[in-house]
């Protein structure tokens, strides 16, 4: 398995192999041998747009926007500089897949950037770690610095005449830096808080130039795209929803961890590959793709593929590919209390809808579950929910309110059990 | 441009309008917090959300830009049911402490919430609890009635150009602060008790005093600089209890200056003059008006029968207005008086001549190239400090000549820092660098920078105007003006500095030789003039000094006459601004005790002379006089015919600049302004390597000709060298004698 000789594994392949991190196993197996070619043969950058369009390309952060589409928002002929910023600042819950890249196949990633960089004609680049993940931005520190050493990066890059470099940045573990344009405002020394749009970062981005913000997966997945082609990554998937896809399965699993399989593969079959539901007790619920995105019951998602448009059909989202399975021993509203602590905490206070909301939204179900809880509080839920959704200069107001509308959605029973008994349904 | 039509109403404006601002211009409201005209948009209180037609979600109308066909409703049930959501939200934290609040009757949050809030709270829980914040004597703060939108942050970042307020926190616990062990010190810093539409941040001085509601409000003036802010003067039981901004964009702005908004404190200071009072015997005994305008009028007549008119000395505060100026002059000509003072902090031999900004104020804004010659800009003129802001935001270039190179509120382009005498030095090479000779590498970056630009003006402040070589820097100013085609200016340095030159209260040097007898309107002398130990020695030696003030201070020290006049709220009258603008205003309040408008007091003064001409019943005739037709056309910059000699140079120069708070009677008897760290006690600054010379002393003793001043002293490296940075205009540092003079230091 390599870049060489592709199979369905984009960005984990290097894992097959020792020091899978290092410059020799990724050049050995065809690392960098697509931005070789594009340098050579001075590939337009319309051919690479028209490339990963037809790849299907979707953004692997979570909102699955078209890559190929964005990267033609940037503006071609702007006179001044502009970047590419990749958004490693990875914080949901559940979310653990950019760190294993930057962690196992980090000059993928750089090669992605590179490509991205010289499609977009961007001056430099800088990656956005999250700051929890401190190791993975020393690691991508020193590969960064074994790519500059080999000529892949800086000045006259492998001769070819054409100038860019690479930069990391940590964050503090601020969940908000996810957005791109709090993200960007946290390079630029600023507090991390997400600016109001439009203008998008396309055309005021990073010090106010143009800018491009991608996901690590889905940058990392460009060297496989250009050296194989868009119709091969679209191969692997589905249309519209093209390549391979890392999973992140977390929560009651028996082998808890990252799986790459074709975008499609039945949610059943992703979850036998995890060994299934821990000690085989049955599948209560699943959130399909991190925090932020709507529970589904267990049996709802048995009947799904792994695709953006088979869950959204069901009424979630794909997000990152962040798997939570709960078994029948979870209580719906001890998880959803958790959730809505996380969203109240890193709420980043900017605006009114979201700063007030997620907090009292939090303080509602911190009740109901320690059996304070009165018959309004429901509809009540629904209703600040309601208030803040939509309503904020970002989407973690919407990202904050998923999760309990979706949980009053298809587990209202076991709140109402709560406020009425004043203790959990489950295995009472 | 875009047609949008807002609640079935269409209009057209031009593209990058926001909804928020078309809706106004139709004559709707869209309730709104963070919004603020002035202001960079932070579409952060989502009050102002609206329908419109086609977007998936409510749209804020603060950061929509209205495009051709837009849709807008702002009051369909999908808008008004986004804009209560976000009102519940903003209350549901928001602390009930209304009938104890101070924003209580005036607050925008009180407001909306009656149209939009509920009857009672969802809201069950504990609210949030916000520790105060000490932000100096100035603004009071209650942070736990804080809504967050930031528009005192915005403030001081976008205007004030000082980052004094920040947001630190996250989520629940965003708390809008200062840094650490800091307060707010900016001279602007009281618009942000304006801006806050809560009561967050309220009016110390203020506080507790009085509601919105049992304000009278009348329209002033401000008298503390020549800018002339436009003032809501707001009145309760015969005080004045608070000052506001009176929109004028030509003027003020809508902001105003902490000295302009907290100086009303001095109206009530322990020693105002409320009752006339004549020294009989030694001894001061308060009399009724008949008793001390007779008196005065009889001194002032036998001295002049004694020794002639040029006996008598006639000194007014450029502050004073028109009315009072003119018939002050009149006075003093009637009484066959050449010797007229009305520019007592200035050293221009031709200080008579009317000169001013040389452009309308709102030009400044405009300006491409600024070269801003001896001044102190920001404690001068704090609001055209902010227009000048503004300009250099907008990317006009500012250079300075000064002899500190204090931080300014907006980027300086080029800087010559050099002590006072070499200035002139400085400006003649500017203008050889201009005409292509060769100069130094300062001199000829400003000569560039000069040389590019449309808009230029060369601007003289105060400190240029009281230096020894005042008339060659404005020689050399106005060649260099002619030179690259920029607007010769001045930044007058009193209220009305500009309209007593016009009246032609201005004739004469009257503390040079001593007078007999002295005639004093509303000013300190040993304060308010160049050279006041030579002033107070002067009054001390006169026979008779009537002294028309408004306070005692030290006027019982060399008074023989003293007559209770109005202070700028219970006056009335006109002031010409540096733009040649008459203002003219109403008394706010009643004078208090026996005190009256001086333009009274010198009309009745006038009568007990038999003047004719005197006979005035309204304080418009007297402007009518004053100011006749034409007047505007005596405004002149033209440089005088001067000797362009050297300066005197010494080894310790004083630059002696007058501090903010201490530019008049009133303002240094404002006790808020006087707590601030601007009005801290004088001490002596300078560079290194004077402080080298001078022994690495902590404190020094130093004097001009007369008595030494002990000062604690302070290193500034900002200092040209060989400057000693005193401030002038305090009761500390009176003995020292002549402004901009050479200093020794005791050993």
Same mark, same amino acid.
């Given at each position: 398995m390599s870049l060489n000789a592709p199979n369905h594994k984009v960005c984990t392949w290097t894992q097959d192999y020792d020091h899978p991190a290092a410059l020799a196993t990724y050049t050995a197996h065809g690392g960098y041998a697509a931005l070789k070619k594009i340098l050579t043969e001075k590939t337009p950058a319309d051919a690479i747009i028209a490339e990963v369009k037809l790849s299907a390309l979707r953004g692997r952060g979570g909102a699955g926007f078209p890559t190929g589409l964005k990267w033609s928002f940037m503006p071609r002929n702007y006179d001044g500089d502009k970047y590419i910023v990749c958004n490693s600042d990875e914080g949901e819950p559940g979310t653990f897949k950019d760190r294993d890249i930057l962690r196992f196949n980090p000059h993928q990633l750089i090669e992605g950037m590179l490509i991205a960089g010289y499609t977009l004609g961007a001056r430099a680049g800088y990656n956005y770690i999250h700051g929890e993940i401190f190791e993975q931005y020393r690691s991508w520190e020193a590969a960064l610095d074994e790519a500059r050493a080999a000529g892949f990066l800086g000045n006259n890059i492998l001769g070819s005449g054409w100038n860019f470099d690479l930069h990391a940045h940590h964050g503090y573990g601020a969940y908000v830096c996810g957005e791109e344009t709090a993200l960007l405002e946290s390079i630029e020394g600023k507090k991390g808080q997400p600016r109001f749009k439009p203008p998008f970062p396309a055309s005021y981005g990073l010090y106010g130039k143009p800018t491009t913000?991608?996901?690590?997966?889905?940058?990392?997945?460009?060297?496989?795209?250009?050296?194989?082609?868009?119709?091969?990554?679209?191969?692997?998937?589905?249309?519209?929803? #093209? *390549?391979? %896809?890392?999973?992140?399965?977390?929560?009651? @699993?028996?082998?808890? $961890?990252?799986?790459?399989?074709?975008?499609?593969?039945?949610?059943?079959?992703?979850?036998?590959?995890? #060994? *299934?539901? %821990?000690?085989?007790?049955?599948?209560?619920? @699943?959130?399909?793709? $991190?925090?932020?995105?709507?529970?589904?019951?267990?049996a709802t998602m048995m009947e799904l593929t792994m695709d953006y448009d088979s869950i959204a059909k069901a009424g979630s989202y794909l997000g990152a590919g962040s798997v939570i399975v709960m078994d029948d021993t979870v209580c719906m509203v001890k998880a959803l209390e958790r959730l809505a602590y996380f969203y109240f905490e890193e709420s980043c206070g900017q605006c009114t809808p979201c700063r007030e909301g997620t907090g009292w939204m939090y303080r509602v179900i911190h009740r109901i579950e320690h059996g304070q809880g009165r018959p309004e509080d429901l509809d009540l839920l629904m209703s600040v929910g309601t208030n803040i959704s939509g309503r904020t200069i970002c989407a973690l107001g919407d990202a904050a309110v998923g999760p309990v509308h979706s949980f009053l959605k298809h587990f209202r029973n076991e709140f109402e059990y709560h406020i009425e008994h004043k203790r959990c349904m489950v295995g009472a | 441009m875009p047609l949008v039509t807002i609640d079935n109403k269409e209009i057209e404006v031009p593209a990058g309008t926001s909804v928020i601002e078309a809706a106004q211009q139709l004559g709707i409201y869209i309730p709104h917090f963070c919004y603020h005209k002035k202001l960079s948009i932070a579409a952060s209180c989502r009050m102002c959300l609206v329908e419109v037609e086609k977007a998936p979600k409510p749209l804020p109308a603060c950061a929509t830009p209205v495009a051709d066909g837009m849709k807008v409703k702002t009051r369909s049930q999908y808008a008004i049911d986004a804009q209560k959501g976000v009102m519940e939200f903003l209350l549901i934290n928001h602390p009930l402490d209304c009938p104890i609040c101070d924003q209580g009757g005036e607050c925008q949050l009180q407001d909306i919430a009656v149209g939009y809030g509920g009857v009672e709270s969802r809201y069950a829980e504990a609210k949030r609890v916000v520790s105060e914040k000490d932000l100096g004597p100035l603004v009071a703060t209650d942070m736990t009635r804080c809504i967050h939108c930031s528009r005192c942050v915005r403030f001081g970042q976008e205007i004030a150009g000082q980052m004094e307020l920040g947001m630190p926190g996250r989520g629940e616990h965003v708390e809008v602060m200062p840094f650490l062990e800091s307060q707010v010190n900016n001279e602007l810093s009281g618009n942000i008790i304006d801006l806050c539409p809560v009561g967050a941040l309220t009016s110390k001085p203020f506080r507790y005093h009085a509601r919105g509601w049992e304000l009278s409000r009348r329209l002033g003036v401000s008298p503390h600089d020549s800018l002339g802010s436009n003032l809501t003067v707001q009145v309760k039981d015969g005080r004045v209890q608070r000052v506001l901004p009176a929109d004028n964009e030509a003027v003020n702005e809508g902001w105003l200056s902490d000295r302009d908004r907290f100086a009303y404190q001095g109206l009530y200071a322990d020693d105002r003059l409320t009752v006339p009072m004549i020294k009989d015997n030694g001894r001061w005994i308060e009399v009724d008006w008949a008793t001390a305008l007779a008196q005065a009028a009889g001194a002032l007549r036998v001295l002049k029968e004694t020794h002639g008119g040029d006996a008598l000395g006639f000194v007014a505060s450029p502050a004073a207005t028109v009315e009072e100026l003119h018939l002050l002059q009149k006075l003093a000509r009637s009484l066959g008086s050449s010797q007229i003072?009305?520019?007592?902090?200035?050293?221009?031999?031709?200080?008579?001549?009317?000169?001013?900004?040389?452009?309308?104020?709102?030009?400044?804004?405009?300006?491409?190239?600024?070269?801003?010659?001896?001044?102190?800009?920001?404690?001068?003129?704090?609001?055209?400090?902010?227009?000048?802001?503004?300009?250099?935001?907008?990317?006009?270039?500012?250079?300075?000549?000064?002899?500190?190179?204090?931080?300014?509120?907006?980027?300086?382009?080029?800087?010559?820092?050099?002590?006072?005498?070499?200035?002139?030095?400085?400006?003649?090479?500017?203008?050889?660098?201009?005409?292509?000779?060769?100069?130094?590498?300062?001199?000829?970056?400003?000569?560039?920078?000069?040389?590019?630009?449309?808009?230029?003006?060369?601007?003289?402040?105060?400190?240029?105007?009281?230096?020894?070589?005042?008339?060659?820097?404005?020689?050399?100013?106005?060649?260099?003006?002619?030179?690259?085609?920029?607007?010769?200016?001045?930044?007058?340095?009193?209220?009305?500095?500009?309209?007593?030159?016009?009246?032609?209260?201005?004739?004469?040097?009257?503390?040079?030789?001593?007078?007999?007898?002295y005639v004093l309107l509303g000013l300190e002398p040993e304060l308010d003039c160049v050279d006041g130990a030579a002033a107070m020695q002067a009054l001390a030696t006169a026979e008779c000094v009537v002294g028309l003030t408004a306070y005692k201070g030290r006027a019982p020290e060399y008074a023989t006459v003293l007559l209770p006049i109005a202070p700028w709220a219970e006056n009335e009258g006109g002031l010409v601004n540096m733009e040649g603008r008459l203002q003219t205003f109403n008394a706010a309040t009643r004078c208090q005790g026996e005190a009256r408008p001086a333009w009274k007091v010198l009309r009745v003064l006038g009568n007990q002379f038999g003047l004719e001409g005197c006979d005035f019943d309204t304080v418009a005739a007297v402007r009518a006089e004053a100011l006749p037709d034409g007047w505007l056309e005596g405004l002149n910059n033209a440089a005088p015919a001067v000797d362009l000699g050297a300066a005197v140079a010494g080894a310790i120069e004083w630059l002696a600049e007058t501090p903010i708070y201490a530019v008049d009677a009133v303002t240094r008897r404002a006790s808020a302004l006087q707590a601030t760290a601007m009005a801290a006690a004088p001490v002596a600054t300078a560079n290194a390597s004077l402080l080298a010379r001078l022994g690495g002393k902590t404190t020094l003793r130093v004097r001009q000709a007369g008595l030494a001043v002990e000062l604690a002293v302070r290193q500034d490296d900002r200092l040209a060298d060989g400057v000693l940075r005193i401030a002038a205009g305090h009761p500390h540092t009176v003995s020292l004698g002549a402004r901009m003079g050479v200093l020794e230091v005791e050993a």
């Open positions: 913000i991608n996901n690590t997966e889905t940058l990392a997945s460009i060297p496989w795209i250009m050296r194989h082609g868009g119709q091969a990554f679209l191969d692997l998937g589905k249309p519209n929803n #093209g *390549g391979s %896809k890392i999973f992140s399965l977390s929560g009651h @699993v028996e082998r808890p $961890g990252n799986y790459e399989v074709r975008m499609g593969t039945p949610f059943s079959e992703l979850l036998e590959m995890a #060994g *299934g539901v %821990k000690g085989g007790r049955e599948l209560k619920a @699943v959130i399909p793709g $991190g925090s932020s995105v709507p529970v589904l019951p267990g | 003072e009305s520019h007592p902090l200035e050293r221009s031999a031709g200080r008579g001549q009317a000169r001013w900004l040389g452009m309308p104020v709102a030009k400044v804004n405009t300006l491409d190239r600024i070269l801003l010659v001896g001044s102190t800009l920001r404690s001068e003129q704090p609001l055209l400090a902010a227009r000048v802001r503004a300009a250099v935001k907008a990317s006009a270039e500012l250079s300075i000549l000064h002899a500190a190179n204090d931080t300014q509120n907006c980027a300086v382009a080029n800087a010559v820092i050099a002590a006072p005498s070499q200035w002139l030095a400085a400006l003649t090479e500017i203008e050889q660098a201009l005409k292509g000779a060769s100069a130094s590498a300062e001199a000829q970056a400003i000569a560039a920078s000069l040389k590019s630009g449309a808009n230029k003006a060369v601007v003289l402040g105060a400190v240029a105007q009281i230096h020894p070589q005042a008339d060659a820097l404005h020689t050399k100013a106005a060649a260099i003006a002619a030179a690259c085609g920029a607007t010769l200016g001045f930044l007058p340095v009193g209220a009305n500095s500009v309209g007593a030159a016009v009246v032609k209260a201005q004739s004469g040097d009257v503390f040079a030789a001593p007078r007999k007898g």
